[in-house]
C-alpha cells in the first residue's frame, strides 16, 4: 500500500512503508556495519572538532536518524565528517581555548545556527543557493582542507605537542621542531593503525578495517600498559628549583588563559560596535586596537609559556607512593633519596597548564567516557558571540550541504532514486536542530560511510537509524571498553579518511575545461592553505573570485558577424574568411544575455559593427542566445534603437525568446522597434530585409546573407 502524497511530503521516512523481510533484513545488516565505522571515526573527529572525544558519539546518535528520517536520499550517511569539523575548531578556535566548556557551548550552538539556517534554506525551497559555490571552488578547498586536516594530526601520531596560534603554518613548523621527542610506542601505535586499515581497504575491503584497527590497538594498548599517566600537585615536587619552575609555567599558562578569553569578550564588543555604529565609528576603532594589543600581549605570553615547556620537556621525574599507588612526592631522576618506595615509571611533566600538569610515563588514550545519554536541553545562545557566528554557520551551512548532496547525488545515480535538494536540506537541518538539543557539533553527510551504507546492501533510510540505535547501546553500556583506545589510533582514523579527499586531477580537470575554473580551484586552495585555521576566509575568497570571473566572462561575450554558407545556414565569417558580405545588411549574433554587465559591449560592437558597414541600412541581430534582457539591457538597446533610426538605420531582431519578448513589452520597447521589425526565425527576417531593398540590393542576391534562391 503506498503511502499519500501529503503524508510522504511532512513525513518522508514512510515512504520506507511497508517493510519487506528481504529490506529490514539488508538495512539491518548495513547499519550496523556502518555503525562499526562510525563509533571510531565520530570521536575522531569530535577531537578535530576541538571537543572531547564522547562528544562526537553524541553527533553520531539522533543526527543520524533525524537526517535520514528527514531527507530524500535513502542510503546517506550523515554524522561528524572531517572538513566540516575543521571548519568547527577553526571557527570557534578564536572566541574559546579547544576544549573548554566555553567552546564546548559555542559549538553547540553552531550546531543549532547551521540547522536553522539549513533548513529555512529547505522550507523556503533555496537550495539552489549552494550554486555560489562552485564545483571547482569546493574542488579547491576539500584539497586544502583535506591537507589541513592530515598534517593536524601528525603531532598526536608522534606523541608531541602542538600548537595554536593565527597562522597554521607556524604551528606545523612547531611540531617538526618537536619530532626529536617523539614518543615511540604513540607512534608505533599509530603506524599499526595505519597498517591495519591501509591493509583491511586492499586485500579484504568488506572487512571493516577501522574497527579492527581499533580493537587491536585497545587491546594491545591495554596488555602493555600504554597509558602510565599519573597525577600529582605542584606541592609534591619536593624539588625547590623544579617547583619554581613549575609555578612559572603555571603563572605564564594563566596569563594566556587570561589573554585569550580578554580578546575573545573584546573580539564580541568589535563585532557588536561594528553593527551599531559602523566600521569607522570611535568604539569600533577603540576595540580594533584594543584587540590589537591584547595579540602582541598573547603572543608574548604564548612565547613566555612555551619557554617554560622547554625547560621541563626533557626532563624526567619519578615518583614516590603509598601503599595504594598514590603520589606522595615527586623528584628529579636519580635524585630520589635512598630507601623511599618508588614505581618503575619515569614521567615527564606535561600539559602544563594554569591549574597545574600531568605525569605523562606512556601515550595518550581516550580515557574516561561518561556513560550514558547526552542531557537534551535548548542550547545557551551567547549572543555576544552570535555576530562572529552566523558567518562560519553559513559557511558550514552551504559546504555541509554540499558535500551531502552531492554524495547523494552519487548513489542516487547508481539506485535511480529521484533526489529533492530542498527536501535534503530540511533533512540536514533537523539534524543539526536535533543534534543541538543533545550536545551534538555540526554535522554532515559522509562520503566513506554512505559508500559503505550502499556497499552493504541499504535499500532505506531505516539502515541509518539502526546505525543510531547502535551508537545508542554503545553510550549505555560500551563506553569503558573504549578507555584504553590510543589517541594515535584516532589521529590515524582521520589521516586514512581524507587521504581519499586529496584530488589534485579535479584541480587539473577543472583547469582543462576552463582557465578561469582552473583558477578559482587553484586560488580557493592556496588561498585555504594561507587562511588556516581560518578555513571560512579561504573559501569566501575563492566562491568571491569564481563570481568576479563568471562576470568577467559574460562582461565580453561572442559576438559574431555572420554570412550566409553554401548550404544555406548563416555562419561566422572569422570561422570562414571567405563567405563575402552585404553592404546593406549587417547579420550579427550576440552569444549572450544583455544584462547590466555587458551591455556596454554590446552597444559597442554594434555601433562599431556598423562604422565598419557605413553604407548599410539594416542590423539583424540575431537573438537566439539572449537568454534574458534586464532593466540596463533594455534602456541600452531602447538608445541604440534611436540611435541608429537617426542615422538612416533599421534594427531587426530574430529568433527572441518569450521571456525577453515579455521584457521588451513591458516596457514598451517591443512597439518601439516595431512589430515588423521582429521575426521568429533569421531566414524570415532577411527574406523580410530584402524585399523592402527591392531593386536598390539586387546585386545582393549572391551575396553571403541573401536568400536562398
Known sequence: MTMPAYLTKFLPFLRWFPLSRDNLKADFMAGVTVALVLIPQSMAYAQLAGLPAYYGLYAAFLPVAVAAMWGSSNQLGTGPVAVVSLLTASSLAVLAAPGSDQFIALAIMLALLVGIIQLLLGVFKLGVIVSFLSHPVIVGFTNAAAIIIALSQVSKLFGVPMGRSEHFINDIVGVLKLIGDTHMMTLVMGVIAIGIMWGVKK??????????????????????????NAKGSVDQIADPELQAVVQQGMTAAKRVDDLNQ??????????????AAGESSIDTVQSEA??????????DAEAALAREKTALRDLEVVRSVDGNGDTLAIYRAGNAPQGVSLDETRYRLNKLNAKGFQLVGGGEVVGNIPEGLP???VPSFNLDALGSLLSAALVISLVGFMEAISIAKAMAAKTKQRLDPNQELIGQGLSNVVGSMT?????????????????SGAKTGLSSVITALFVLLTLLFLTPLLYHLPQAVLAAIIIMA???LVNFKAVKHAWQASR??????????????AFAPHLDSGIMVGAGLALGLYLYRTMSPRVAVLGRYKDGTLRDI?????????????????????YFANVPYFEDTMLEAVSNHPDAKFVLVVGDAINEMDASGEEVVHHLVERLKGAGITLVFSGLKKQVLDVMRATGLYELIGPDNIFATENQAIAAIYERLGEEAADDLFCAISPAR
Do not use: M
Open 203 to 228: 586485500y579484504a575491503p568488506r572487512l571493516p578495517g577501522v574497527l579492527i584497527a581499533v580493537v587491536v590497538t585497545t587491546l594491545l594498548s591495554w596488555a602493555i600498559g600504554f597509558e602510565r
Open 262 to 275: 580578554r580578546i575573545a569578550d573584546r573580539t564580541a564588543a568589535l563585532k557588536t560596535a561594528q553593527k
Open 290 to 299: 584594543e584587540v590589537a594589543l591584547l595579540r602582541i600581549e598573547l603572543r
Open 375 to 377: 542531557s537534551v536541553q
Open 439 to 455: 550536545q551534538a557539533f555540526p554535522v554532515s553527510g559522509s562520503f566513506s560511510r554512505s559508500a559503505v551504507n550502499i556497499n
Open 498 to 500: 581524507v587521504i581519499g
Open 516 to 529: 578561469h575554473d582552473g583558477i578559482a580551484a587553484v586560488v580557493t586552495f592556496i588561498a585555504t592553505l
Open 574 to 594: 572569422k570561422v570562414n574568411p571567405d563567405l563575402p558580405t552585404s553592404k546593406h545588411v549587417v547579420a550579427i549574433r550576440f552569444d549572450g544575455s544583455l
